[in-house]
């Protein structure tokens, strides 16, 4: 395996590591805000 395909690897892990990662807390987030709407209500 050449430098320059190890390269692209490295590269495509990361952005799907990154994808993982922002969509995870985006989904936190979404979670976090929708518990605050709900006591938000309750009260």
């Given at each position: 395996m050449s430098f320059?395909?190890?390269?692209?690897?490295?590269?495509?892990?990361?952005?799907a590591f990154r994808g993982l990662i922002s969509s995870h807390v985006a989904m936190l987030a979404h979670g976090h805000t929708a518990k605050k709407i709900c006591s938000y209500k309750e009260t």
């Open positions: 320059e395909e190890l390269g692209e690897l490295v590269a495509v892990f990361a952005g």
